[in-house]
């Protein structure tokens, strides 16, 4: 079957750096996508992976190993904007996405 | 850069009664379209896949004659929520992949839907 991990809740300060993991099978592989969705609001693009290595786009990086299936999404200088649920999604053979439970992140100060 | 616009943000509707959500591609032509359901602090479940001048494609679970989709352009998509229930009580979303930029999948703004 197809199956997307990613820890449930983590928690980090303003100001340092969290990553927050993703494993995923899939039937088929064309990209890994990072969302990031505030409560009550539709999910807004973060990133989008197809090759291995690591793409960075100022605050947030992403990176992906597709022969271990495997990405993180890294978040610098955390601010408390960030506090949010961030969510992991595979698009399979089929371009559909194949969606993560979300990872809340909590910022303290 | 493209967007998809969904409609209502926010509705309230009484039980038994049924509702429309559009979902609209604004300067791109979308003949795929997703629809998306999601429940407090559960993540997105696929509705169903809409495709322009066919049927929908449902997933397992999801009933066709409560929830009917409609492909009519490359436009527009609409989910009609028949009988509501207030089970049906939920977060909506439609996204619409772009057809040649697989970097993004676009959103609409959602719509919740309270059934009382």
Known sequence: GQNIDQPTEMTATEGAIVQINCTYQTSGFNGLFWYQQHAGEAPTFLSYNVLDGLEEKGRFSSFLSRSKGYSYLLLKELQMKDSASYLCAALDSNYQLIWGAGTKLIIKP | ?116
């Open chain 2, 1 to 116: 850069g493209a967007v998809v616009s969904q409609h209502p943000s926010w509705v309230i509707c009484k039980s038994g009664t049924s509702v429309k959500i559009e979902c609209r591609s604004l300067d791109f032509q979308a003949t795929t379209m997703f629809w998306y359901r999601q429940f407090p602090k559960q993540s997105l479940m696929l509705m169903a896949t809409s495709n322009e001048g066919s049927k929908a494609t449902y997933e397992q679970g999801v009933e066709k004659d409560k929830f009917l989709i409609n492909h009519a352009s490359l436009t527009l998509s609409t989910l009609t929520v028949t009988s509501a229930h207030p089970e049906d009580s939920s977060f909506y979303i439609c996204s619409a992949p772009t057809p040649t930029d697989l970097s993004e999948a676009f959103f609409g703004q959602g719509t919740r839907l309270t059934v009382v």
